[in-house]
């Protein structure tokens, strides 16, 4: 079993930064593909950003490419969204999940484990 808690989400205005971050418990944190997906109201859930095992291979949505980050700190369980140049269209909850495979993956009905989200909204 592994719990995932994210923490870091508030109100900023467009252009501003937010760093997102989520803390993994449980299982070996370091053998987990993890990935951030966010849901819009009245949207479906959609793929943000992946990161595999050593944080030498990521993988971003093109929407956020340029302007989002994804990393990890295995010794500290926890991996970090850094999103910067933020737009209103970025409102949304996000969500943590863990993938047990190696690959890293878009699709969220693929990941494993999945943490509560937290609330990022961007006013224009």
């Known amino acids: 079993q592994v719990q995932l808690v994210e923490s870091g989400g508030g109100l900023v205005q467009a252009g501003g930064s937010l760093r997102l971050s989520c803390a993994a418990s449980g299982r070996t944190f370091s053998n987990y593909i993890m990935g951030w997906f966010r849901q819009a109201p009245g949207k479906e859930r959609e793929f943000v950003a992946a990161?595999?095992?050593?944080?030498?291979?990521?993988s971003l949505a093109d929407s956020v490419k340029g302007r989002f980050t994804i990393s990890r700190e295995n010794a500290e369980n926890t991996v970090y969204l850094q999103m910067n140049s933020l737009k209103p269209e970025d409102t949304a909850v996000y969500y943590c999940a863990a993938d047990l495979t190696s690959v890293l993956r878009t699709e969220s009905f693929k990941y494993d484990y999945w943490g509560q989200g937290t609330q990022v909204t961007v006013s224009s």
């Open positions: 990161i595999n095992w050593s944080g030498r291979i990521t």
